[in-house]
């Protein structure tokens, strides 16, 4: 199944300049959504929302804490980092990806998702602003969106999490014929 969602592309900063969202091979430039929340304020709202702590990842620059996520239909899920801005602002930087529980999440393509952390924020009635880190200023407006498709691996999602099990109970079981042997 395919995650299809919508990205800014043409915006506006403070003073009027219109800009483009940058698209390269490593996909479409991160936009932030900075909050004046704490940051356990904002744990307890993405918790209500089903979000859990993620357990191992890479962790960002500035990065509060581990990162949340939260399962989507079917091998998708949604991978949120808060990022501390200073002055107790806190920046929320999310992105659609293979799930965890899939081998394929080390390899395969993943987006910045805005429009979904945005919708969410605005439920729980969260002033924000959007900042572009790559021109170091806020967005005042939003023209026109990129429509972003990501398609589900070729090959069928592996569980990871059952293969270790199963090669962890073949290479014990060679383990105790060695031993046996011997």
């Known amino acids: ?15 009027g300049k219109r800009t483009k969202i940058s698209v390269d091979k490593n996909g479409v430039e991160q936009l ?21 702590h993620v357990k191992f ?3 960002q620059p500035f990065q ?16 949120i980092r808060l990022l501390d801005m200073k002055k107790g602002l806190v920046a929320i930087q999310a992105e ?8 394929q999440h080390l390899f395969c393509q993943r987006t910045p998702v805005f429009y979904e952390i945005e919708m969410l924020l605005k439920k729980h009635q969260v002033e924000y602003k959007i900042w572009n880190e790559k021109i170091k200023k806020y967005v005042h407006a939003v023209f ?6 990501l398609k589900t691996p070729n090959f069928p999602v592996f569980a990871w999490k ?7 109970t073949i290479g014990s079981l060679y383990l105790l014929k060695y031993i046996l042997t011997v």
Do not use: A, C
């Open 1 to 15: 199944m395919e995650f299809r969602t919508v990205y800014p592309k043409t915006i506006s900063l403070l003073g």
């Open 32 to 52: 932030s959504i900075v909050v004046k929340k704490s940051v356990e304020e904002l744990l307890k709202i993405f918790s209500n929302e089903g979000f859990t």
């Open 57 to 59: 990842e890479h962790k």
């Open 64 to 79: 509060i804490g581990h990162g949340l996520s939260l399962k989507l239909k079917k091998p998708w899920e949604m991978h």
């Open 96 to 103: 659609v990806e293979v799930s965890r529980d899939y081998l």
């Open 144 to 149: 026109d969106n990129y429509k972003i498709q």
């Open 162 to 168: 059952p293969m270790v099990f199963v090669i962890g």
